[in-house]
């Protein structure tokens, strides 16, 4: 499993790009997103990657995610009544949609910055802004920061975990150093939004 992450971040930089593109493309779609491991993805490539393929990460990264959530909101302005009580609405589970639009509701957009970090909200939030009738450019903007953000912090991440594991005993992988601390930093994200996400949950 290690040995086929790491030839994730071994690509040519063309290759590297089309690659988590489409991965963070998928990730934004529900059930999708939970079967596509778009963290995983992102941080072994970081991990064993260089500073040019850092850049393309990045790139590719920001691009995948704000064109498939780009998807998502524009299916839930045209069809998001139609898909919530739909067979696919009923997987997702109708706690989750409306969890979803309680964020939305209560707290605007501002829950958008950190929704690469939230597991299956990621993936909804965007179906439920276009529900909800959100501006697409206010959307599009706190989109466009959170992916830059999350993707940021991962790459401060991996470039940490190479010079960690430069200074451990010979043998200290800098992919596995990398999904430890990419680990630890979605956790601790969890951790600071569980009680917003909790009020609105309820």
Do not use: K
């Amino acid at each position: 499993m290690m040995d086929q992450l790491a030839q994730v971040g071994e690509l040519p930089v063309v290759a590297l790009m089309a690659v988590l593109g489409v991965v963070m493309l998928f990730d934004a779609v529900p059930l999708f997103g939970v079967l596509v491991p778009g963290d995983v993805a992102v941080l072994a490539a970081v991990a064993v990657g260089t500073p040019t393929t850092g850049l393309a990460t990045f790139v590719a990264v920001v691009t995948g995610c704000l064109t498939g959530w780009s998807l998502s909101f524009l299916v839930g302005r045209l069809w998001g009544d139609r898909l919530r009580h739909s067979r696919f609405g009923g997987w997702v589970g109708e706690t989750r949609w409306a969890a979803a639009e309680g964020i939305l509701r209560r707290d605007g957009g501002r829950l958008v910055l950190i929704a690469p970090f939230l597991p299956v909200f990621n993936a909804l939030l965007p179906l439920a802004a276009g529900g909800l009738r959100m501006s697409y450019r206010r959307f599009l903007g706190f989109a466009a920061l959170g992916a830059t953000g999350w993707t940021g912090l991962y790459l401060v991440v991996g470039t940490a975990s190479r010079t960690l594991a430069g200074l451990l005993p010979a043998g200290a992988s800098p992919l596995l150093v990398t999904m430890a601390g990419g680990l630890l930093l979605a956790a601790l994200v969890l951790l600071g939004t569980r009680r917003r996400l909790r009020a609105v949950t309820r």
